[in-house]
């Protein structure tokens, strides 16, 4: 069911250009040496260079091979040439990989010597043009927006000491502020290149392999056999599918596109309006995302700089993840009743049966993967034993997505093009956080929060939750996180939350401007299939997955929610939040099961809707909010407030019935 859905590679050159001939070639060959680099340095070979790489210059070479790639493929304006690469975009891959060499060259002395502290005059030039080059792959790849904030951040030690005291540091020169930035273990190859070098690599080959081999029309027919007949049956394919792609994709836009050009016009053609079919792919692709196995680059950075394994963020992950899925599954569900929309017939359906036998080893490689992730926990090595045997068995049981050399070759143009631009932005990013520890702003920063906010961990979270929707209007998910966990986190963690808790709060709401207006590029993405006013999707989709702006409050408060206390505490509070969400979700939509819908036409539907929405908070709502309240107590108050509320809904649904049948 999904034979027009646009591949990998397709999806990640959007914005990027077809590259043709010498471009290509030169790009597969550094795509190439760069996952036998990876693979070399995982795997501890001794391959290519008779040796393991120092990690220096593994470092060197990955971002001098990358950011080569993107300077090819991405064009430097709009009104660039877009067929091939210009003459300034070559001699800028040249110069990339020249300074790069030249590091690398001297990989011992940048060690031993501490040159990032005393680098000698050439180091110095190299360290400038680096620095210029890196701020330009990063417009390029993240656009204006990122290019503009790092860079104003990456000058901080050379304005500092002209600042407020509240946000002054300690002033470097630029020689010195350069040769940080180049050379220091905290800002172009600190912990977002570190993560993307050892850990993120693996990850973005598995992703593009499933895509490759067609995992994307299993899941999706999957969805379809299981899902389509019920009652909103396409809504329900979508955040079944989105949620299954995204949870190993790890990409909200790229979700979107591949998932998205099957469930929205299914959606449609059942009754559902355009525009809510497009904010159910939003918010499900956005969500795929936040749900273990693989939840995309942020959550692999949130692990480096927590220093846990990957597979402690994976667990925490698991019951935040699944209430989201659970409160947009309990929305479809009321819609669908409300507006009595029917699934889909059966003939029109796939077989399960003959689904699962298509298709049976991507559940296979997909239960490898999650074994070696969280009973082994070998996230670093999981991938790369994943993706071969997934290519393997897609090779001996699938004829209609076994691969010829053209698919090859289009599996590794969707490699490059994503190589480049996870590294040509985490590398950008990473200016950011060497010129908050050169300047040491991040440390005096935290007591200054603790100031403002009276030491209110509620406070400060409403602060983090502000500013990471601010900051994700105009940085990618996995900037706006590492920004908040440099300045942020530590404040949240010195009023006593849990620090699990804390980051994952962040990397919620750095996730959330998917579907938050004004930018909301997943909205976007989807309002282009759906054919709706982007905005007016962004709308959409920001009602549908309310849930979301509430979630992560509810975690930070009670840590058990990301598997941070007692089985008892996990239980209890699981079971309260789904509780409150069912209900949360309901109210949103105006029907409850059993009940029916909530006061259809009346004058005084919304104000009673809205004191069930407030119960459905408070069921959900941790006690620790609100000091001298138990959890029960909590409950009671809700109940007293909902459950005359709902008799009242159900007597009038009652009361109408014989005056539609007379």
Known sequence: MMDNCETESEVANVGARKLEGVARSIMRICTILMLLLAVNQTFNLGFLVGFTLVDLRFYYAILALALASGF???????????????WYDWLLAVMIVGVCAYFFANANNISLRGWEMAPPETAVWMSFIVWVLVLEAGRRAGGIPLALIVGVMSLYPLYTEYLPTAISGFPSPASYTAAYHAMGSESILGIPLRTFASLIIGFIVFGAALQQTGAGAFFMNLSFALLGKVRGGPAKVA???????????????????????????????????????????????????????VMGATAFVMASFMNVPYATVALAAIIPSALYFFGLFVQIDAMAAR????????????????????????????????????????????????TPLLIVLN???????????????????SLGAMFSNLVAILAAVGMIVGALSMTGVAATLVNDLLRIAGGSPLLLLVMGAVTGLILGVGMTAT?????????????????????????????????????????ALGAFAAASIAKTPPMQTGFEAMRIG?????????????????????????????????????????????????????????????????????????????????????????VIVALVVALPILAFAMWQNQKSIPAKVI
């Open 72 to 86: 090819l493929l991405y064009p430097a304006t709009k009104k660039a040439p877009f067929g091939r690469p210009a």
């Open 239 to 293: 955040i079944f599918s989105s949620g299954l792609m995204g949870s190993m994709s790890g990409s909200v836009i790229t979700n979107v596109l591949t998932t998205g050009v099957m469930t929205i016009p299914t959606m449609k053609r059942t009754g559902i309006r355009a525009s809510f079919a497009a904010g159910v792919e939003t918010c499900a692709s956005t969500g795929g995302t936040l749900m273990p196995p």
């Open 339 to 386: 507006e009595n929309i029917k699934g889909l017939p059966a003939e029109e359906l796939p077989s399960v049966g003959q689904t699962l036998k298509e298709g049976w080893y991507y559940i296979f490689v997909f239960g490898l993967l999650i074994y070696l992730l969280l009973v082994m926990r070998r996230e670093a090595l999981a991938p790369y034993y994943a």
């Open 395 to 413: 090779q001996i049981f699938s004829r209609k997505h076994r691969w010829n050399w053209k698919a090859v070759g289009g599996f590794i143009d």
């Open 479 to 519: 900037a706006a996180y590492i920004f908040l966990a440099i300045l942020l986190a530590p404040a949240l963690v010195q009023v006593g939350l849990n620090p699990m808790a804390v980051h994952m709060f962040i990397f919620y709401w750095g996730m959330l401007s998917f579907i938050t207006p004004p930018v």
């Open 546 to 634: 309310s849930v979301i702006y509430f979630i992560p409050f509810f975690f930070a408060f009670q840590p058990a929610l990301v598997l941070q206390g007692t089985a008892m505490e996990t239980v209890v509070s699981s079971g309260l939040a789904f509780l409150g969400i069912a209900l949360f979700a309901c109210s949103v939509q105006g029907y409850v099961p059993f009940v029916g819908a909530l006061f259809e036409h009346k004058t005084y539907a919304f104000p009673l809707r809205l004191l069930l929405f407030l119960s459905a908070i408070l069921i959900a709502l941790p006690a620790t909010i609100i000091p001298g309240w138990s959890d029960l107590d909590l």
